[in-house]
């Protein structure tokens, strides 16, 4: 485990040690999900890759099962509607969200409730379909993709055809004809999956039709974003969004003080 992942404070003369919220800690997913068919709700199983460890107690081996559930489930949409969104904005492709709640050790300890989720802004490691996964910033699992790069090609290309004045109206199809053939993923303004039967041919005359004036706005319209699948078997770095409080067995009345705690947490008490 990375140094300075697991946050554990000793609280000795509470009985308790805590695990810091934001602690991460590396979990392979168990269940496989798709944007297809997955609903809000569905359970979902993870298992912990490393052991959890305090004051030389293994309080949660290495295969404990890490249970939740899908918590949000974006659909495909437009690249226009993607642009215009603060929610998942600029990715036009289909995004799950999980939380879990239960630490379930393998080494017959109580089950642990827990406040977790993926870590906004990591990678998504392991067998994939088409396109590398990652953690979004705002916690969504999704394609990997980066559209302020394009959209700031897009920008470039326009300032360039505007600049040859009545002469617009050409260069600006070809220079973005041109780039939606060398990248068709610009011309989409997406990353280009299997569904979409894709040509350099049709990037060139997407492309060209991007170019035109206020032609972003038919192509953000008629291009549309992709579902995704996790396979079982990625791995995610989780990170805890509250504190975890476990007993802490050198201590007297450790035990009753930790359950009274987690309970609260696992209600929401503060």
């Known amino acids: 485990m990375s140094p300075g992942s697991m946050n554990l404070i000793p609280e000795l003369g509470r009985g308790v040690s805590v695990l810091k919220a934001g602690s991460v800690f590396p979990v392979t997913l168990v269940t496989p999900l798709s944007s297809?068919?997955?609903?809000?709700?569905?359970?979902?199983?993870?298992?912990?890759?490393?052991?959890?460890?305090?004051?030389?107690?293994?309080?949660?081996?290495?295969?404990s099962r890490i249970v939740g559930w899908v918590s949000?489930?974006?659909?495909?949409?437009?690249?226009?509607?993607s642009k215009v969104t603060s929610k998942n904005w600029l990715?036009?492709?289909?995004?799950?969200?999980?939380?879990?709640?239960?630490?379930?050790?393998?080494?017959?300890?109580?089950?642990?409730?827990?406040?977790?989720?993926?870590?906004?802004?990591?990678?998504?490691?392991?067998?994939?379909?088409?396109?590398?996964?990652?953690?979004?910033?705002?916690?969504?699992?999704?394609?990997k993709w980066s559209g302020v790069k394009y959209g700031a090609e897009g920008v470039a290309i326009s300032a360039v055809s505007w600049a040859t004045g009545p002469f617009k109206f050409i260069t600006g199809p070809i220079l973005s004809g041109t780039a939606g053939v060398i990248q068709p993923q610009y011309a989409f303004d997406k990353p280009v999956l299997k569904e979409d039967a894709l040509t350099r041919a049709k990037g060139?005359?997407?492309?060209?039709?991007?170019?035109?004036?206020?032609?972003?706005?038919?192509?953000?319209?008629?291009?549309?974003?992709?579902?995704?699948?996790?396979?079982?078997?990625?791995?995610?770095?989780v990170q805890l969004q509250s504190d975890l409080v476990i007993a802490n067995p050198l201590a007297p009345g450790g035990a009753s003080k930790a359950s009274t705690a987690l309970a609260s947490k696992a209600r929401g008490v503060q």
Do not use: W
Request: net charge positive; proline share 10%; hydrophobic share 35%.
């Open 36 to 63: 297809r068919t997955i609903k809000v709700g569905q359970p979902i199983t993870g298992m912990l890759i490393e052991d959890i460890t305090l004051s030389g107690k293994n309080i949660a081996p290495k295969g």
């Open 204 to 237: 060139g005359v997407v492309g060209a039709v991007k170019g035109l004036p206020g032609g972003f706005i038919v192509t953000g319209i008629a291009n549309k974003g992709g579902y995704i699948s996790i396979p079982s078997g990625v791995q995610l770095e």
């Open 72 to 81: 949000n489930v974006q659909n495909p949409r437009n690249v226009l509607k």
């Open 91 to 143: 990715n036009a492709n289909g995004a799950i969200e999980i939380h879990f709640n239960s630490l379930e050790p393998s080494n017959g300890s109580p089950r642990l409730p827990i406040d977790a989720r993926p870590a906004p802004g990591t990678p998504v490691r392991g067998p994939q379909d088409e396109h590398e996964l990652c953690v979004h910033k705002d916690g969504a699992i999704s394609v």
